[in-house]
């Protein structure tokens, strides 16, 4: 059965500047060596709009890329826990599924957490490093208490960001829960029948992002819209009996495509194609060095800058690092305030509401221009922030601050 029919005179119709595939003789700078995928925005996102991100590891890359876009975003990291440690990583829809059971629903959060020994124990439904990070029990309680505290921000959230990540899911027979980490091969080793690898299929995913999408709207504030993409991050390794690159090819291809139905079916739900403009990317530019698997992150900045324009007045985002950056290198000092204090005027926002990175280069040229006492409190806003930030660090102390 088609996803979609359209009349012959409405696909003719429909041909435009973008309907062929770009050749070095025609549009070849539209995919080389930055691929830009042209879509329509399916509404509109205002600078008051609260946005929330959920998903893998690129979901926070994401929404690093929308707060330094000076986009309002909930979705912090959240309290007691490391910026590197992504504990709201979710790898899966059936993951996700099983968290907004326990932050709306009731469910019972504590039945993903497993004892390591006596005096230590994890949480497999938390994510990135902070998962791995065994604790008392009665620590990771406290911490699983403060991770389904930062999922319920939803309610205050206009805009869902939604990034799909993989198909291998775990089952807890146990407690009959889909959880998102394989258990510890010791944990699997000690309970040989508890635990039960699951390849999501084209309809498991749809019903999962369609229960999303239904909690979410009786959630989130009247009106939500929905931002989705597939992730671009490939499996970093398959359980299956098979290539990793063929398990990842199954993995993305399925939940592309059950995506474009959901998209198709729901005008609340835009795609957004980050997935293909990084994947389309001559690999120098879309992988980190040491990986070949995560975004770089000036990838993610370009691609997000890109795909928000498109909803949001280009005049409201803030301006972006890297324009920042080539007037700091070439120590441009009176452009950086200029432009930082138009963009402030423009928004009614003071320096110290903006983005950790306009502060950073703001009060740079701030102390460079002599305007030591307004550059410390930006300074510590910026260390505050970023506590990796060493620059910021390092100046502040030189002046005092």
């Known amino acids: 059965m088609p996803i979609e029919v359209i009349s012959g ?21 539209r995919y080389l060596p930055h691929p830009t995928v042209n879509h329509k925005a399916g509404f509109a996102i205002s600078p008051e709009d ?57 469910a019972d959060p504590y039945a993903t957490i497993n004892d390591i020994n006596e005096n230590s124990a994890i949480n497999l439904t938390f994510g990135g490093m902070g998962a791995s990070k065994a604790n008392s029990r009665a620590d990771i309680e406290t911490q699983t208490d403060l991770y389904y505290e930062t999922l319920r921000r939803l309610r205050e959230t206009d805009v869902v960001v939604l990034t799909l990540g993989l198909v291998e899911t775990w089952f807890d027979t146990k407690f009959g829960i889909y959880i998102n980490l394989a ?24 019903s999962d992002v369609l229960e999303i999408l239904s909690t979410l709207r009786r959630e989130c504030r009247p009106g939500v819209r929905f931002l989705v993409t597939v992730s671009p991050v490939p499996l970093a390794a398959t359980f299956r ?9 199954y993995s993305k291809a399925v939940q592309r495509a059950a995506i474009e139905t959901i998209v198709l079916e729901n005008d609340d739900v835009t795609y957004f194609p980050s997935f293909e403009m990084v994947t389309l990317s001559a690999p120098e530019h879309a992988w980190v060095d040491d990986d070949y698997r995560h975004v770089r992150p000036d990838t ?14 280009p005049d409201s985002l803030a301006p972006s690092k890297a324009v920042l950056f080539e007037m700091t290198k070439a120590k441009r000092w009176s452009d950086v305030v200029q432009t930082v204090e ?60």
Request: glycine residues 6%; proline residues 6%.
């Open 183 to 206: 258990p510890p091969p010791r944990l699997a080793k000690a309970n040989p029948d508890r635990f039960q690898l699951h390849v999501l299929s084209y309809d498991d995913i749809r």
């Open 50 to 106: 609260k946005l929330f991100t959920i998903g893998s590891c690129f979901a926070r890359n994401v929404e690093r890329a929308l707060v330094a876009l000076g986009l309002p975003v909930l979705s912090s990291i959240v309290d007691g826990t490391e910026p590197g440690e992504n504990i709201t990583n979710k790898y899966t829809t059936s993951s996700i599924v099983h968290d907004l059971r326990v932050a709306f629903d009731g």
């Open 241 to 249: 009996n098979q290539d990793v690159l063929q398990a990842n090819a």
């Open 9 to 29: 005179r409405d696909a003719f119709a429909s041909i435009n500047k973008f309907s062929r595939w770009p050749h070095p003789g025609k549009d070849g700078d």
């Open 300 to 313: 993610v900045d370009r691609i997000m800058r890109f795909v928000v324009s498109q909803y949001v007045s």
């Open 342 to 401: 138009a963009y402030c005027g423009k928004m009614g926002k003071q320096a110290q509401a903006q983005p950790p990175h306009v502060q950073w280069y703001y009060a740079k040229a701030l102390a460079e221009t002599g305007k030591i006492a307004d550059a410390v409190p930006l300074l510590r806003n910026v260390v505050a922030a970023l506590s990796w930030h060493e620059s910021a660090k390092a100046l502040l102390a030189k002046l005092g601050g």
